[in-house]
């Protein structure tokens, strides 16, 4: 015992939060040192405070906590640079992410982008035969969700060969920013049926009228295609519908982000 600190005295030395060290130690990343069974009081050594720095850092830079252990536990050097390298990418793409992003916002600001240059058309679309998958999700985890969403969907297209009908589509049915959580809907349009699949769904949506424009780049800033089509629906005298849909044109596997192409659609119904 003699070597050993109560956590709130491992809590200063390692900065790190009393609730973040038992998460840790929840999550098998940093394990007390001793447990009084009676109280169930965790105690740390000294020892464990390199440890506790290195998951601090890791953390600090958004690594995700199975590939922190898999550096930490990481048999040999090799093992552990993959896991470095492959986040290095992550991490660069953020940036890039968030540099195209400041880059758009200034335009923004100084009113560089034009919502009214945005050409808006009427379309009928049939009815369709859907699979869809509805998710939770946060600013944060939008992206990682979105692209796993569209994976878990048509492999599961794929098992019962229902065949795609179309490019993949979203529907945000509540707002996500970064100060809430909201629902979002992913799905492809599919040839025939679809049985329902796990959380993936089949489901036969309705003819409707919708007002859509195209909008190229990225997709952090389609907000002024959004703009544009509903400030056409209120000058046309048309009442909205149901949520606005995201259609991917291409996918952004195959093309960078300024060549990104992305329908909007509002759904509407027209004025009697």
């Given at each position: 015992m003699d070597n050993l600190i109560p956590i709130g005295r491992f809590s200063r030395v390692s900065r790190l939060s009393i609730k973040a060290l038992r998460h840790y130690d929840d999550a098998g990343l940093l394990t007390p040192a001793w447990v009084d069974p009676s109280s169930g009081y965790r105690y740390y050594s000294y020892a464990q405070a390199n440890r506790a720095e290195a998951i601090r850092m890791l953390r600090s830079l958004d690594m995700p906590l199975d590939e922190i252990r898999t550096v930490l536990e990481a048999p040999d050097h090799l093992t552990a640079a993959r896991v470095y390298e492959r986040h290095g990418r992550r991490l660069q793409e953020q940036l890039?992410?968030?540099?195209?992003?400041?880059?758009?916002?200034?335009?923004?600001?100084?009113?560089?982008?034009?919502p009214m240059s945005y050409d808006i058309t009427l379309k009928q679309l049939p009815a369709q035969h859907t699979a869809v998958l509805r998710q939770?999700?946060?600013?944060?985890?939008?992206?990682?969700?979105?692209?796993?969403?569209?994976?878990?969907?048509?492999a599961a297209i794929e098992r019962c060969g229902a065949g795609f009908a179309g490019p993949p589509f979203l529907i945000m049915t509540e707002p996500v920013d970064a100060e809430s959580a909201g629902e979002i809907e992913l799905g492809f349009p599919v040839a025939s049926p679809f049985p329902s699949d796990g959380q993936v769904l089949g489901q036969e949506e309705p003819a409707r009228m919708v007002a859509a424009t195209v909008h190229q780049g990225p997709y952090d800033a389609a907000g002024p295609a959004y703009a544009a089509v509903e400030a056409w629906i209120q000058e046309h005298g048309h009442a909205g519908a149901g949520a606005p849909r995201e259609v991917y044109l291409?996918?952004?596997?195959?093309?960078?982000p300024p060549e990104y192409l992305t329908e909007i659609q509002f759904p509407i119904s027209l004025p009697v």
């Open positions: 890039d992410r968030h540099t195209r992003m400041l880059s758009f916002l200034r335009r923004l600001v100084t009113q560089e982008v034009d939770q999700v946060t600013a944060a985890t939008i992206g990682p969700s979105v692209g796993q969403g569209f994976a878990t969907i048509a291409n996918s952004p596997d195959q093309v960078p």
